[in-house]
Nanobody, 122 residues
Framework: QVQLVESGGGLVQAGGSLRLSCAAS????????MGWFRQAPGKEREFVAG??????YYAESVKGRFTISRDNAKKFVYLQMDSLKPEDTAVYYC?????????????????WGKGTLVTVSS
């Protein structure tokens, strides 16, 4: 069982930065692929970024602006978001998928957090 709690959301102006954190519980955190997803108002949830033990991958829309990282000792996953745009406004969710994978579809996620709201003003 893994529990995930996101934090770090808020209101920021376009061009600004935010760092999201996801705190995980459970003994086998390092055995999970971790990811960030987001859901904008009126839209479906979409993949943003994923990280295994040794690799990272991103949606094209955030590549070069967002950076995902993890601290296995502290059981945290982070999403550094730079050069934010109004279209990045969404609720951001942390997800965990058991195993090491370089893809992370919603249907493969085993555990979800409750989300944190990011609002980017123009």
């Amino acid at each position: 069982q893994v529990q995930l709690v996101e934090s770090g959301g808020g209101l920021v102006q376009a061009g600004g930065s935010l760092r999201l954190s996801c705190a995980a519980s459970g003994r086998t955190f390092s055995g999970y692929t971790m990811g960030w997803f987001r859901q904008a108002p009126g839209k479906e949830r979409e993949f943003v970024a994923g990280i295994t033990w040794s690799s990272t991958y991103y949606a094209e829309s955030v590549k070069g602006r967002f950076t995902i990282s993890r601290d296995n000792a502290k059981k945290f996953v982070y999403l550094q978001m730079d050069s934010l745009k109004p279209e990045d406004t969404a609720v951001y969710y942390c997800g965990a998928r058991f195993g090491s994978y370089e893809t992370m579809a919603q249907s493969t996620v085993n555990y979800w957090g409750k989300g944190t709201l990011v609002t980017v003003s123009s």
